[in-house]
């Protein structure tokens, strides 16, 4: 079977779960498949979050980023902690950098992120009114989203505003924004953002919405009952981010994560898959066996998005298992690094990378 064919069954109607290990292989067998032929033969983009430091003194490094990517993202320097070490001093270094490297490269970067709960310095929680927040959120997002004006084309806007476990009464999560200015400073950042830049792309980008469980529906219905909300109200808004740090030992809740894409889309949103990556601290402790089972994992959230509505693009947070947050949170028990990433240590390609690019290439 030549690419072209084997990639129409990938996106349309998908790869069975128990075949993801045929998926990566050439010649495997694939379903028929539903997508149109305009979403076949353009490319996703693929890119990864990059640490900007590495780009200029790693060189197998920077080789990576530009052999794969066509798209970068800040995985730091552009938050708070990093841009405002005081209140009044911005610090564009890291981004300034990176944006550089992305145009001299032909690549489009991402902005993440202007209101978050974290990475935040603690000046901020000094801010003690309603009026200050405004005050400093606005001026923020003016002065940021000013100065990449035209060069950054997607911003992460609010990132992760849904609680870690939303009820109806109370499904935003505490930070100095939500505290200050209560649900609205969702609304006053895209506004804000929308009118510093209205052809930046507006996006709202949280995480743990793919598998079956409580947490994970509680966290979609709140996300879509915030999204409708806003689009009743004729808020500026383009698309979700669904992160996709996938828990490796848990299921994806394909049908439940195709409804959600099914909403987003109702709602004439696009989607975006903006920080995949397996956790992997509760896998095997066998290379091998870890990394099929990331990458069928990857394969099914990819799948279950793809088969209701082609992402605008995926980005993984990360290139290289050599440079990873994981480990920060999620270290094993048994001592191994973890691989949650497509390329190991060595910039070698993993199965997950396989997965990704049948997702992202073009057919031939
Ligand atoms: O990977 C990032 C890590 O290096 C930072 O220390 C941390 C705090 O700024 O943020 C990590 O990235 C997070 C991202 O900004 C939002 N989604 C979850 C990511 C992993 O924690």
Known sequence: MRRREFVVGALGAGLAASNVLDSIIPGAPAAGGTASASQLRTAIPFGAAVRVDYLADQFDYKTAILEHCQMVVGEGGLKW????????????????????????????????????????????????????????????????????????????????????????????????????????????????????????????????????????????????????????????LHAVGIQGHLLGDQEIDKDGLSRFVEAVAAMDLEVLVTELDVIDNKLPASTYDRDQIAAATANDFLRAICDVKRPGAILTWGITDRYTWVPMWFTRDDGKPNRPLPLDVNYRPKALMQVIEEYTRVPA
């Open 81 to 236: 902690i990093d841009l405002r070490p005081t209140r009044d001093d911005f610090v564009f270094d890291q981004p300034d950098r990176l944006i550089a490297f992305a145009e001299a490269n032909g690549m489009k970067m991402r902005g993440h992120t202007l209101a978050w709960y974290g990475a935040m310095p603690d000046w901020t929680q000094q801010i003690a009114s309603e009026a200050e927040a405004e005050g400093e959120l606005v001026r923020h997002i003016e002065m940021v989203v000013g100065r990449y004006k035209g060069r950054i084309p997607s911003w992460d806007v609010i990132n992760e505003a849904i609680a870690d476990h939303p009820t109806p009464d109370s499904p935003y999560r505490e930070s100095i924004w939500q505290q200050r200015l209560g649900k609205r400073f969702v609304e006053l950042s895209l506004r804000t953002a929308a009118a510093v830049d209205p052809d930046v792309q507006l996006v709202i980008n949280d995480y743990a919405i793919e598998n079956p469980t409580g947490q994970c529906r509680a966290k979609r219905e709140a996300l879509l009952n915030m999204l409708r909300d806003l689009k009743d109200r004729d808020v500026p």
